[in-house]
């Protein structure tokens, strides 16, 4: 079973959100990690969490607005190089994006 779930799993984020704390744009990483995971299971280029990513970014800085100063990543205690993983969300959930954001 937790073969499974690592191959479904594509960013082994726990959600203790030590990576949130001082980030100079606020942005919500363990939150968008979480779609981001849920959103690698579904098919199709609609799901919900495209509008729950949205409407986290309405407060919170979007996954492209991180300036890769890496604070997050001394943080993290699983090591993820989560600037590169904010790149690959950005790509999901910012192309061609159609619901309102943060201005």
Excluded: W
Excluded at 14 to 32: F, S, V
Excluded at 78 to 102: C, D, M, N, W, Y
Aim: glycine share 6%.
């Amino acid at each position: 079973m937790r073969q499974i779930i690592e191959a479904n799993t594509p960013i082994p984020c726990t959600g203790c959100a030590y990576c949130t704390h001082g980030c100079p744009k606020n942005i919500a990483i363990p939150q968008y990690f979480a779609l981001y995971n849920s959103v690698s299971r579904t098919t199709g280029s609609f799901s919900s969490q495209n509008v729950y990513y949205n409407n986290i970014s309405l407060k919170h800085g979007k996954a492209s607005d991180c300036i890769g100063c890496g604070q997050c990543e001394r943080a993290c205690p699983q090591h993820l190089p989560i600037r590169e993983h904010l790149k690959e969300v950005a790509v999901k959930f910012e192309a061609g994006a159609s619901f309102p954001t943060r201005r």
